[in-house]
Each structure stands twice: as structure tokens, then as C-alpha cells.
């Protein structure tokens, strides 16, 4: 067990993988969660999707991708090893300790996500299943809870890297909140509108289904696709 501790350091662990893909999918979710805030009349089951899609992809992504990083690292650092010791090293404890530290890597990095989405996925959730709070507060909790979840990782990482935990809590925070204003600036706000009903004849109809649409060509001469019913007059003050 000593000698598998000396393979790896865990805070460099923590470090260079837990945290990078926490802060990247905690961004994600406050760029999710800003614009159901700032954009009235979404579905809170359309956000939730969202978030646990963006996340679930995020982890298997970087699961991944640090997984074949690491092993094509490995591979070259055991090649190194096997020329200068003059001997195979395939099925060694080295060998088993690295692959072991690759797999422990990819968990790490698929974990991260899952456990932002489980955090600041709770205040929806609650909406959705018991209708408090409301959406508004439940966006504004989630969002608090993905900076506050920003601020102990920053503050971990400070006691990890031995800097100021405060000062690295903070500074994360601030990047966590300016990130999020910069969202609430871009997203548009106001509720979504649908186009008006097509003005045919006398009076607004809502359109038939694609099949049941005639043509129709206006006293004017010009082509209408305005969906008309026979039995209604033709108005030809809706020729443009």
C-alpha cells in the first residue's frame, strides 16, 4: 500500500482533474440556470434535462479524454523505464499501479459533473416535485449553491496548493459571479411569443394542418398561401 501512495500524489489529483472539471460544469449549469431565470415561460422539466445532459456529457468527455491521455503517458514513461532497466515491465506492479491510477483518473473526472448536477439540481427538483419554492427562487438557490460550491472548492484547493484558502475561495467566487452577469447580460429576457395567426378572411383563423392548406390567388393577382376556408369570404385586403 506504501508503495502504491508513492506512485501518485492525491492532492495532484485534486488538483489538475477534480477541480478543472468541477469548475467547467459548474459553469455550464449557472449558463443553464441563467436562462431560465432571465427567460420567463421555460419548463422546469426542459432545464433539468438540460443540466444532466450537459453534465453526463461533460463527465464522459473529460473521463475519457484524460483516460487515453494518461495512458498514452503511461506507456511512454514504462518504455523509458523497460530501456534503461533492460526488461519487460508488462503485468508488474508498476504496470498495475499505473492502470489502476488511470482508472482512478477517469473516475474522478466522471464523478465531478454528476456531483454539480446533484447539488444544483436539488432547488428544481423540489419545484418540480412539490412546487416550492417557486422557479424563480428555485433558479436563484441552484445558483447560489453552484457559487457557494465554487467557493469550498477554491478554499480546498488554497489549503491543498498551501496559498491563502480565503483568497483562493474568493477569487474563484468572483470569477463564479462575473461569469454569471455576463450570462444574465447575453441571455435575452421577456417571455417567448408565437407568431399571429395567418388573416386570411374577415376574421383571424388558426392554420389547418400542412395538408389541408389551399392556395389561393388574391383578386390583386399576387399568390396567397394564407390558409382559406371555402365557406369564408375572400378578403382582399390581406393580398400583400
Known amino acids: 500500500m506504501r508503495r502504491f501512495r508513492l506512485a501518485y500524489d492525491v492532492s495532484e ?16 449549469v449557472l449558463g443553464i440556470v441563467a436562462a431560465t431565470l432571465v427567460t420567463r415561460g421555460i419548463e422546469v422539466r426542459v432545464t433539468l434535462a438540460a443540466m444532466a445532459a450537459a453534465c453526463i456529457a461533460i463527465g464522459i468527455s473529460t473521463g475519457v479524454s484524460v483516460y487515453e491521455a494518461e495512458r498514452l ?10 530501456r534503461a532497466m533492460l526488461s519487460e515491465l508488462r503485468d508488474t506492479h508498476l504496470d498495475r499501479t499505473l492502470r489502476l491510477y488511470r482508472a482512478l483518473v477517469s473516475l474522478v473526472n466522471f464523478s465531478a459533473p454528476l456531483l454539480v448536477f446533484a447539488v444544483t439540481a436539488t432547488p428544481l427538483l423540489l419545484h418540480l416535485a412539490f412546487g416550492v419554492p417557486s422557479l424563480a427562487q428555485a433558479s436563484q438557490v441552484s445558483i447560489l449553491v453552484a457559487v457557494s460550491l465554487v467557493f469550498v472548492a477554491g478554499y ?17 467566487t468572483i470569477a463564479a459571479i462575473s461569469t454569471f452577469l455576463l450570462l444574465i447580460l447575453i441571455c435575452p429576457s421577456g417571455r417567448s411569443t408565437r407568431p399571429a395567426p395567418a388573416t386570411c378572411c374577415s376574421r383571424s ?17 399576387s399568390e396567397s398561401r394564407s390558409p382559406c376556408s371555402a365557406a369564408r369570404t375572400w378578403n382582399p385586403a390581406s393580398c400583400s
Open 13 to 28: 489529483l485534486f488538483r489538475r482533474y477534480f477541480i478543472n472539471t468541477l469548475f467547467d460544469s459548474t459553469f455550464v
Open 73 to 82: 503517458e503511461a506507456e511512454i514513461r514504462m518504455a523509458k523505464i523497460e
Open 156 to 172: 480546498v484547493l488554497g489549503q491543498v496548493a498551501g496559498r491563502s484558502p480565503l483568497r483562493q475561495g474568493l477569487r474563484m
Open 205 to 221: 383563423l388558426t392554420p389547418p394542418p400542412s395538408a389541408a392548406r389551399p392556395w389561393r390567388t388574391c383578386p390583386c393577382g
